[in-house]
């Protein structure tokens, strides 16, 4: 479960929980800079607690994400950039592909380890979310936004 406090418009201190195996966390990400109409990309800056396969571990990353384009209402946007895993003393790429299309958001993610799938569903400042680790081991994220 992750609780978060939106502190400006671009940034987000929260606390990760983790009731199965009592693990709490801090999480955070600031967004340097947003994405502009023409080329440039946002540049997002944040740290948060993560399964790397076997090794659960704070992790501190830098990505760059882009809009692209829109079709059928769905908006798609890719993500790039690296994270220092704290426990193995390494860097790792991350990319993705997000989905959004209303309430509605989808993401297709490597970590730096394994890839990810989840799907969301917002309900005002609440998302539920579910997930398949490793694109095989089920979960359910819940986030509450103050």
Known sequence: MNLSYQVTDSL???VDYRPLTNDVSILGNWRV???NDTWRPA???GTSNDDF???SSQSYYGTLSKH???VAGTNVSLYGGATFIEKLDEVRPVG???LRRDAWSAMFMYSGVD???SISRDFGNHTLTFLLFDVKLPGIAYGVKF
Request: charged share 25%; proline share 0%.
């Open 12 to 14: 987000r201190l929260g």
């Open 33 to 35: 800079f947003s994405e």
């Open 43 to 45: 540049l997002i800056l």
């Open 53 to 55: 396969g076997d090794v």
């Open 68 to 70: 692209l384009f829109e």
């Open 96 to 98: 993705g592909l997000h």
């Open 115 to 117: 890839e990810h799938v």
